[in-house]
């Protein structure tokens, strides 16, 4: 068990310039999900995903986001066209689903800052 | 609209002073509430789940409650490394596992 990874852990970008991250979950963990936190506020729920199916997506979310779980692994997040607001720490979550048992282990994070 | 409040945002102790933080929610359906630490730069680390009103846990210094409508992470004789944000989370149901996170409190205990 070697924990949530998120890659990278800091990145800059300039204002209408497309990032993507990284999260690899811990092996077998079936659930996985994205949140972004800016400074002084809790966790904002952005997707997840069950296995490779996505299975809900914040409404707040706009269309400039996007996330993949290919085969159910490793996942992505794109934001396109990168705004100053965008700039936060983008956490990943994992999960393994055991009957009504779930305990959420987060990734150290990626500070995204957009100039 | 589930929604989930701490208070106090911010708390300082000296060491040693006991105190509980509060975290009030509002769900349709409470599929579980959740306690998490975070410390500066890093993710938030799990403590504990509580499913129903009545439970309670239990981990060194802390001790989480749950009522039917708020949940109380008590801090006994707290020391300088417990400082932290404390964040609280519900997970609702039915039909959806998101959790929804508050704001969190910002504990500094003092030695």
């Known amino acids: 068990d070697t924990g949530v990874s998120q890659d990278p852990r800091h990145k800059i970008t300039k204002r209408g310039q497309n990032v993507t991250f990284r999260c690899d979950p811990i092996?077998?963990?079936?659930?996985l999900y994205w949140y972004r936190q800016t400074l002084g506020q809790g966790p904002e729920f952005l997707t997840y995903?069950?296995?490779?199916?996505?299975?809900?997506k914040s409404r707040l979310l706009s269309d400039r986001f996007s996330a993949e779980r290919p085969k159910g692994s490793f996942s992505t997040l794109e934001i396109q066209r990168t705004e100053q607001g965008d700039s936060a720490m983008y956490l990943c979550?994992?999960?393994?689903?055991?009957?009504?048992?779930?305990?959420?282990?987060f990734g150290s994070g990626t500070q995204l800052s957009v100039l | 609209e589930d929604q989930v409040t701490q208070s106090p945002e911010a708390l300082r102790l000296q060491e040693g002073e006991s105190s509980s933080l509060n975290c009030s929610y509002t769900?349709?359906?409470?599929?579980?509430l959740f306690w998490y630490r975070q410390d500066p730069g890093k993710g938030p680390e799990f403590l504990f789940t509580?499913?129903?009103a009545g439970e309670e846990k239990e981990k060194e210094r802390l001790k989480a409650t749950l009522t039917k409508k708020e949940s109380f992470l008590h801090i006994t004789a707290p020391k300088p490394e417990d400082s932290a944000t404390y964040l609280c989370?519900?997970?609702?149901?039915?039909?959806?596992?998101?959790?929804?996170f508050g704001t969190g409190t910002r504990l500094k205990v003092l030695a």
């Open positions: 979550a994992s999960s393994l689903v055991s009957g009504l048992n779930e305990k959420l282990f």
């Open positions: 092996s077998e963990h079936n659930r």
């Open positions: 995903f069950q296995n490779e199916a996505q299975l809900e």
């Open positions: 769900v349709s359906g409470l599929r579980g």
């Open positions: 509580l499913y129903s």
């Open positions: 989370a519900v997970q609702a149901s039915p039909g959806t596992y998101k959790y929804i």
